[in-house]
Nanobody
Framework: QVQLVESGGGSVQAGGSLRLSCAAS????????MAWFRHTPGKEREGVAY????????DYSDSVKGRFTISQDNDRNTLYLQMNNMQPEDTAMYYC?????????????????????WGQGTQVTVSS
């Protein structure tokens, strides 16, 4: 049974940093694709960072490009999201997601319906 567990959320002031973690169990992280999504009430869930695990190919939404970095630690079976220069608009519940596909095309890698496995989320709040 695949389980994804996020941690590392919290409150930070604008300009600050946080690092989110996603511990994966029951999932073969040597292949497949993983991503970070975020959701704010009243808005659609937004994909912000993607990684194709085999190729270590990364992609980011325009809203976080240059500020967020997605990475993996295969030894610890953990996915990370380093968030720098955070802004109030980054406030959201953050989720990690995974799918058993080696690579997703750019037109779909930020579509939540492409992902099979989801964590429970971790809240991030950025104050101005």
């Amino acid at each position: 049974q695949v389980q994804l567990v996020e941690s590392g959320g919290g409150s930070v002031q604008a300009g600050g940093s946080l690092r989110l973690s996603c511990a994966a169990s029951g999932y073969t992280r040597s292949s497949g694709s993983m991503a970070w999504f975020r959701h704010t009430p009243g808005k659609e869930r937004e994909g912000v960072a993607y990684i194709a695990l085999t190729f270590v190919m990364r992609d980011y939404s325009d809203s976080v490009k240059g500020r967020f970095t997605i990475s993996q630690d295969n030894d610890r079976n953990t996915l990370y999201l380093q968030m720098n220069n955070m802004q109030p608009e980054d406030t959201a519940m953050y989720y990690c997601a995974a799918v058993d596909e080696t690579w997703l095309e750019s037109s779909s890698r930020f579509q939540d319906e492409r992902y099979t496995y989801w964590g429970q989320g971790t809240q991030v709040t950025v104050s101005s």
